[in-house]
């Protein structure tokens, strides 16, 4: 599976759109995360609690983007984004998102080939 940034993938044309597909997961650190982030953030630097929280979250909600994307034929995701806000103070909301599609390689690869 592609997973690109970019309306397009390098060296491939898109024959099918599928839509819009997503990814949405929101999470909250426990009681006891949330006193240690709280305990080192008066001593300043990074918060690893939070760092390994969000990390995990993006992977988590990649994989259910890709899942999506899979469910509806596609085999590449271009215009990949990330959001995220947070809810209620306490919890975090990560969703990727992008347009899944079917891409097929093209002869040569000198620069992007789009059919709409």
């Given at each position: 599976?592609?997973?690109?940034?970019?309306?397009?993938?390098?060296?491939?044309?898109?024959?099918?759109?599928?839509?819009?597909?997503?990814g949405l997961v929101v999470r909250s650190r426990g009681l006891a995360g949330n006193i240690s982030a709280g305990l080192?953030?008066?001593?300043?630097?990074?918060?690893?609690?939070?760092?390994?929280?969000?990390?995990?979250?993006?992977?988590?909600?990649?994989?259910?983007?890709?899942?999506?994307?899979?469910?509806?034929?596609?085999?590449?995701?271009?215009?990949?984004?990330?959001?995220?806000?947070?809810?209620?103070?306490?919890?975090?909301?990560?969703?990727?998102?992008?347009?899944?599609?079917?891409?097929?390689?093209?002869?040569?690869?000198?620069?992007?080939?789009?059919?709409?």
């Amino acid at each position: 599976m592609f997973i690109v940034t970019t309306p397009y993938v390098p060296g491939h044309r898109i024959v099918e759109s599928k839509g819009h597909v997503f990814g949405l997961v929101v999470r909250s650190r426990g009681l006891a995360g949330n006193i240690s982030a709280g305990l080192r953030s008066l001593v300043g630097g990074e918060i690893h609690e939070y760092t390994e929280l969000l990390e995990d979250t993006r992977r988590q909600s990649i994989d259910r983007m890709v899942a999506n994307a899979v469910a509806l034929g596609a085999n590449a995701v271009v215009s990949f984004r990330f959001d995220s806000s947070e809810l209620g103070g306490t919890m975090s909301e990560i969703v990727a998102y992008g347009t899944a599609v079917i891409v097929e390689e093209t002869a040569s690869s000198t620069g992007p080939v789009v059919i709409e």
